[in-house]
């Protein structure tokens, strides 16, 4: 249920009304927009009568939630939910374009995509060190040692760093040392992880699960938004249908679909979505069009020899043009880069 209350509420006001529903056992969480307050009753609200609550002088309005997804919900919360990252904003007028390897593989492979990316444009540096393989025999990435180097490209070149959590083990760690915790797809729906990471004090980039709906991919947001970390990005990584010839299929649907059911900010990969380089440009484009807040995009040196996803990897000189493109792109669709 949410309660939205007339512009002038004062502070006293509205203290009292959040204790009068409180007595129902309901938890309130209060968002403070740029015109309105709102109240967002979350638990059992089968006890509160919403014709007592509407009776309050200050009360302008109450609407029952039928999704399950109420911190995710936009009527929790109108006003979009902006991530900052040092001075790059995510989920406002700006597009945030996240570049790098699949997997951080050498030092020297490392720092000069780094430079590349920034030199053309990217707003944040991405590179796994801890890989989610399909096959236990495959590259599982360079772990630790390949957090350092990517803290060392982001010594040299001010990126701010997004890379893969695996394990709740490493929590601290990450919270200590990467600018935004990335969640894959296959860990979706790990509720611990999730729980914990609703703790933490840093932006996390969950992907959407390969099979999950939109709602199911809302209420993995809602364990980290419940535990109180707002800071949450959406990516569109493609899902699995019955098409076999890219590797996932992109819904480029679901952008405007979060962008009606929620407040968060939602980026598109298209690295993953198509698993094929040669369609990244389009895809990005195409993402930027239909309203996405950002990118992240695989780019590699040296993709024939990447250890993970080369096919899909674009070259430095690829990226080079596609940030021009993004520019015009997002100047048409009246965003910034
Ligand atoms: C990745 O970003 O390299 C990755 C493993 O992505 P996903 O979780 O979307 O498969
Ligand atoms: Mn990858």
Redesign the pocket.
Known sequence: MVVILRPGTTEKEIEKLENSVEKYGVTVSKVVGTERTILGLIGDTTKVDPYVIEANRNVERVMHVAEPFKKANRMFHPDPTIVKVGNITIGGGQIAVIAGP??VESSEQILNIAREVKKSGAHLL?G?AF???TSPYAFQGMKYEGLALLKQAREETGLPIVT?IMCTNDIDLFQREVDII???????QNFDLLRRLGEVNKPVIL??G?SATIEEWLMAAEYILSGGNQNVIL?E??IRTFETYTR?VADLGAVPVIKKLSHLPVIV?P???TGKWWMVPDMTKAAIAVGADGV?I?VHNDPVNAL??GQQSIKPCVFNKLMQDIRQIAKAVGREV
């Open positions: 699949c997997s991405r796994g890989k989610p393989r893969e990335q969640v894959g797809a296959r860990n979706m992907k959407r390969m990516c990584r493609g996932n990969d690295s993953h979505a992240l695989e993970s996803d």
